[in-house]
C-alpha cells in the first residue's frame, strides 16, 4: 500500500511538471447554483456563486434575499486543469433558511468587475412542511478525499469526527379550543417531542400573530421534560413556549407556523467536535373565532370577580377619601379591560383616578389584578352615601352574561369646610393657619442674635463658596454639557479617536471589520443591514473621498470579513509574515479613516 501512494505521488508530480502555465487571459464567468428546487421548511439550501478568471473577488451582496434568511457563509477556492490549461475557481456557499413554505424566489445577484456588470440567473424553490432531507448540511464544508488516505494508517487521527447521530425530533402545536368567541382566551403550547439531547432551543420567526392579542409566558433557564408517546414512539417532551391569545377578529384566523433552531449533543462526539444544528417547525393551526351574542357585545370575556372599598369609615371634610376599585381576571384580558367609575354629585367631587394592571403566570392559566385608586373630595359633611357599581361580562362556558355589583357603603364627614384658598389635600394636623405661633414667641425665651454662628465671617465665606461650587456646576449642566459635549464637531472627535484607539488594539484580521461597521454606524448613521460595498463606495464618493481610499477601505473591510472562514494557525514562518502585513494594512487604514473623517459630515 506504501509504495503504491509513492508511485502516485511521482506520477502526480511529474505531470503538474508537464502542464502549461495558468493562462493570463481566463474568460471571467459569475454563475449561481442550488443544491435542490424543492426542500422542507426544516432544510437548509445550499446557494453557490462561482466565479472564474476573477482574483480575489469580494464577497457578492445577496441582501435583496426576502424569503430566507443566511446562517452562514463559506469560501474555497481550487484549480482545474482542462488540456493542459489551468482555471482558478472562487467559490462562495450561503446556508439559507426559509422562512415560509411556498413558492420561493431567491432573485438574480449583481457584480461589477473592471467596469463590466455581471447578473446570475434567478431561482425558484418550492418549500414544503417539514424535512425533504433527512440530514441538513453542517456548517463546514465536506473534507475532499485524499490520496494519503489510508484507513489501515497506524498515524490517523483519534479526533476524526465520528458518524452523524440519527435525528428524531419533532415539534407539535397545541391549542386549548378550536372554536371561541372574540376575546376569549384559547392557551396555545409547543412541545419538543425529541429522543436526542437537547443543548439548546431558539425561537427564529417573528412571534407576532395577526388577529390575537398576545400574552407570552416568561421562559424558563431548565426546562423539565416527561415521558410522552408519539407514533407508537416513547419520547422526552419539552414544552418550550406558551402564550395565552385573545382573538380580536372573527372568522377563521390562522396562528402561523414558529421556526426553531435546535443545537443537539451528541454522546459519540469527540470533545472537539461541533455540536449540531437543525431547524424544525410546528404545522399552521387555525381557529374558528365568532362574535358573542348582541346581549354581550363590548363586554369582556372570560371569568372575573368585582369589589369597590374605601379606605377609610369617617373623615374629615378637607381630606382626601380614596375608594379602590379591584377587578380580578380568573380568565381574561386585564390589558383591555375598562373599570366602572363613580360620578361627581353634589356632595362629593371624583378625580381621575391611578391604574394597575398586574398579570400573574401560572402553570396553565393567566390571572390578572387591575386595580384603580380613586380620589375623592367632599363638599358637604353627614353621612354621605355611595351608590353601587355594575361590572358586566361575558362568560363564554356558560353562554351567559355576568353582571356582578359592588356593595353600598356610606362614609361619616365631619368638620367645617374651610375657604377654598385655605383647604389643603393634607390630613388637618399637617395644616398650619396662619398666626397659630403667636403664643409660642410671646412666652419664648428670646435669645441674642449676634452669638449665631451664620452671622460669623466663615459662615459668610462658606456660604459664598457654596454659592460658587453651585455656580460652576450649573455651568456645567448648562453650557459644556447641553452645547460644548453635544456639539457635532467633539463627537466626531471622540468617535475618531476611539476608532483608532481600537484599531490600534486589533490582534487579528477578523476584528477590524466589526470596528469598521461600528464607526460607520455612528458617523453616517447606517445600520448594519445598509453596511455593504455598494453602500459604502455611495457613501464615500458622496463626499468625495478618493477612489484609492474607497478602495483599500472596502477590501480590508471584505478581507476581514473572509478572515474568519479562513483556515488558522500555521508555521512561525507564515505568522510573522501574516502579522506584518496586519500591522501595514491597519497603519493605512487608519490613515485612510483619518483623511475620510474630515470629509464625513
Known sequence: MKKMKFFVIVIFLLSALSIAPVSAADEVEFKASINAEKIGIDDVLLYTITFKGINNPTQ??????????????????????????????????????????????????????QGEQYNTQPFHVEVVQGSVNPRQPTQRQP??????????????????RPR????????????????AVKGEPILFRVLLYARNRIQSVNMVSNQSFPGFWQEWFPISRSIDSKSGELDGKVYNVYEIRKVMLFPTQTGRVTIPSLKFELVLVDNAMSFFADAQKIFRSTP????????????????????????VTPDKKAVDVNDILTLRIKVRAAKGNIKTLEVPQFTSTEYYKIYPSRISRDNNFNENSLTGVVEA??????????????????FKFYKPNTADVVTLKSKPFSINVMGVKEKQESAVTLPRSDIIKTGEDIDFIKKGKIYNQEEYYYKTGIFKLLLAGFFLFNLLFLLKLIVYDRFIAQSDLLKKKKLLSKTVGRLENVRGYGEISPILEDYLTQKAGLGLSEINKNSIEA???????SDRDIEVFIQVKSDSELSRFAPQGGDGKNAGFNARVLKHDLKQLIEILKRIDGRLK
Not at 373630595?377 to 351608590?387: A, V, Y
Request: no cysteine; glycine share 4%.
Open 60 to 113: 457578492p451582496e445577496i441582501s435583496g434575499l426576502k424569503d430566507f434568511k443566511a446562517v452562514q457563509t463559506s469560501r474555497s477556492t481550487e484549480f482545474r486543469f482542462v488540456n493542459g490549461v489551468s482555471s482558478y475557481y472562487t467559490n462562495f456557499v450561503y446556508y439559507l433558511m426559509p422562512l415560509k413554505t411556498g413558492k420561493l424566489t431567491i432573485p438574480a445577484v449583481t457584480y461589477k468587475y
Open 373 to 390: 385608586e380613586v380620589p375623592v373630595s367632599f363638599k358637604k359633611t353627614g353621612l354621605i352615601s355611595f351608590p353601587s357599581l355594575e
Open 539 to 545: 457613501l464615500l464618493s458622496k463626499y468625495r473621498v
Open 284 to 307: 399552521e393551526v387555525s381557529v374558528q373565532v365568532t362574535e358573542p351574542p348582541a346581549k354581550a357585545l363590548g363586554l369582556p370575556v372570560g371569568n372575573f370577580t368585582f369589589q
Open 164 to 179: 452523524q447521530q440519527q435525528v428524531d425530533i419533532k415539534l407539535k402545536a397545541e391549542v386549548s379550543k378550536r372554536n
Open 143 to 160: 473534507r475532499l478525499p485524499s490520496i494519503f488516505d489510508d484507513e489501515d494508517d497506524f498515524f490517523k487521527s483519534p479526533f476524526r
